[in-house]
Each structure stands twice: as structure tokens, then as C-alpha cells.
């Protein structure tokens, strides 16, 4: 199985900060990379599709990128609602995997 | 607009099963994949498997393969999950997925199942 593992855990920033969040793969994942949104109570969201593809609807503050492993996340400029844990996900290979998450939270 | 709704929470006693549904408007279920994930109490969000609604054919992670069976009508446009043997650790929010081109743009709100006895 391909693990996926995020850092950090927990990331607190200021509204208005650039912030990254990492996803690392234990193998390539051939840019099969999704990340997700998950605010408390309720069910994933997708932000971003195949590594830097921005779903619709989505702010263009948030952006992806990487290749072979390794796999980043950012938001430009964090807003009070990008307040949420954040899962990247591989879908190169069964069985498909979700890292463990990022906390983030405001300052 | 796709959308998924599923069944209310359940709970259930060690050693039952419960069965889960996923109906879906606004898309034919025929010409997609249905996946389930789980998320437990505080946790992240684990793959379980996924159906093919057209012929049945079904993808598993290993550690759900005794637990869960994927099952599909078609004619009401819905995914089911049984979930058997119950014990407490799969006290936990199950969600239905559908895929897409971009892989899970669309997930039902999820049912809390809570094993106790």
C-alpha cells in the first residue's frame, strides 16, 4: 500500500500568511494527487484534482503542486474560513490512501 | 445537480450487521463508481472500496474484505454498504463517494454508525 504522510499535523498562521502544507508519498504517485478540504461536521470537499488542477468553484488563493513523492499545497493568503483539516489523496494505485491530515488553524 | 444522500445513523450491537444506502440524483449511477470511505472519532478518512453499478464488480482494501460488501440497484439509483460482525472499533462516520473524472468531487453528508452493546 502507498502511505501518505502530511506535515505538518498542525499548522497555526495569521490571517493574511502564505501557507504551505507538504504530502509525501512512500512511492510515486505519478501526479495522482487530490487535496481535500474537511471543516468540523461535515463531509470532504475537493479543492484541488491531480496534483494543481483547481476544482471548479474553488478560490484561486488555494494552489497545488509536486511530482514523483513528493506534494505541496497553498493558500496565498489565508482567510478566517480556511480554518480545517486538509487530507491529500492518491489514486495512482489500489488501494487508494489518504494522508493523515493537516490541522490549520488562525492565530 | 449531483447529489447524495444517505441513510440516517445506525446503531448497532457487537456481532450485528447494518446496512447503509447512498441514493444519487442528477447523475445515473450505470455510468460511474460508487466508493465508501470511513473517518473513526478524530481520525482521518480511510478508503474502503468501490462498486461498478453496472456489472457489480467490486474493489476492496484489504482490511475491509471480511467487513463490507458493495452492493447496487441501479433501477433506484443507489449504493449500499453492509457492514458485518460489528465490533466497536468500526463505531465510526461512513461516507459514499462518487467518482469522476476529478475523483471525489461529490460525497454524500455520511452516517454516524456507533456500535454498543
Known amino acids: 500500500d502507498i502511505q501518505m504522510t502530511q506535515s505538518p499535523s498542525v499548522l497555526s498562521a495569521s490571517v493574511g500568511d502564505r501557507v504551505t502544507l507538504n504530502c509525501k508519498a512512500s512511492?510515486?504517485?505519478?501526479?495522482?494527487l487530490n487535496w481535500y478540504q474537511q471543516k468540523l461536521g461535515e463531509a470532504p470537499k475537493l479543492l484541488i484534482y491531480?496534483?494543481?488542477n483547481l476544482q471548479t468553484g474553488i478560490p484561486s488563493r488555494f494552489s497545488g503542486s509536486g511530482s514523483g513523492t513528493d506534494y505541496t499545497l497553498t493558500i496565498s493568503s489565508l482567510q478566517p474560513e480556511d480554518v480545517a483539516t486538509y487530507f491529500c489523496?492518491?489514486?495512482?494505485?489500489?488501494?487508494?490512501?489518504f494522508g493523515s491530515g493537516t490541522k490549520l488553524e488562525i492565530k | 445537480e449531483v447529489q447524495l444522500q444517505q441513510s440516517g445513523a445506525e446503531l448497532g450491537k457487537p456481532g450485528t450487521s447494518v446496512k447503509l444506502s447512498c441514493k444519487v440524483s442528477?447523475?445515473?449511477?450505470?455510468?460511474?463508481?460508487m466508493h465508501w470511505v470511513n473517518q473513526r472519532p478524530g481520525k482521518g478518512l480511510e478508503w474502503i472500496g468501490r462498486?461498478?453499478?453496472?456489472?457489480?464488480?467490486?474493489i476492496y482494501a484489504e482490511k475491509f474484505k471480511s467487513k463490507a460488501t458493495l452492493t447496487a440497484d441501479t433501477s433506484s439509483n443507489t449504493a449500499y454498504m453492509q457492514l458485518s460482525q460489528l465490533k466497536s472499533d468500526d463505531t465510526a462516520i461512513y461516507f459514499c463517494?462518487?467518482?469522476?473524472?476529478?475523483?471525489?468531487?461529490?460525497w454524500g453528508q455520511g452516517t454516524l454508525v456507533t456500535v454498543s452493546s
Open positions: 463517494a462518487m467518482e469522476s473524472t476529478t475523483w471525489f468531487a461529490y
Open positions: 442528477g447523475y445515473n449511477i450505470r455510468n460511474t463508481y
Open positions: 462498486i461498478d453499478p453496472a456489472n457489480g464488480n467490486t
Open positions: 512511492q510515486n504517485i505519478n501526479k495522482y
Open positions: 491531480n496534483t494543481n
Open positions: 489523496f492518491q489514486h495512482n494505485s489500489w488501494p487508494l490512501t
